[in-house]
């Protein structure tokens, strides 16, 4: 049973993301279509060796980490992450601006990930705004 504290907590946690949120005018992820990314994106997950986020009310940078052994309903549900993040704690959807797959890994080994491939499987799930340039391919989750 959830106490009426732990209610006041995730109310007040709302309430700082749809503050931090605000600025942008557009929402450009859903919950539904963030569930059919995160599932392809783990579907080949042997193919993407690095995801970087950040939250719309902080300017830290996280990673997001998914394996192939991540499953809907236990690691991640309908609006968010139970973990899978180098920041820790949950990780709700809509408090994601972007995410960001860099191209160089590991420059001392030349280690790459191929943008191209993540665009494709991106763009296989539906239309996102995304931008790439030599650093990387940016997912924004909202537009200002």
Same mark, same amino acid.
């Given at each position: 049973m959830t106490t009426k504290k732990a209610l006041r907590h995730y109310e007040q946690?709302?309430? +700082?993301?749809? =503050?931090?949120?605000?600025?942008?005018?557009? $929402? %450009?992820?859903?919950?539904?279509?963030?569930?059919?990314?995160?599932?392809?994106?783990?579907?080949?997950?042997?193919?993407?060796?690095?995801? +970087?986020?950040? =939250?719309?009310?902080?300017?830290?940078?996280? $990673? %997001?980490?998914?394996a192939e052994d991540t499953e809907f309903g236990f690691d991640y549900w309908q609006t968010g992450f139970e973990g899978c993040n180098s920041l820790g704690g949950w990780l709700i959807f809509k408090e994601i601006e972007y995410l960001f797959f860099p191209r160089v890994i590991d420059a001392g080994k030349q280690l790459e990930q191929d943008l191209q491939q993540i665009e494709a499987i991106i763009n296989s799930v539906g239309q996102f705004s995304l931008e790439m340039d030599e650093a990387g391919l940016k997912l924004h989750c909202y537009k200002e």
């Open positions: 946690i709302d309430r +700082e993301i749809a =503050k931090a949120a605000s600025r942008f005018s557009q $929402q %450009l992820m859903s919950n539904s279509k963030w569930v059919r990314l995160i599932g392809k994106l783990v579907e080949h997950a042997d193919k993407i060796l690095t995801i +970087e986020f950040k =939250k719309v009310q902080q300017d830290r940078i996280g $990673q %997001l980490h998914l």
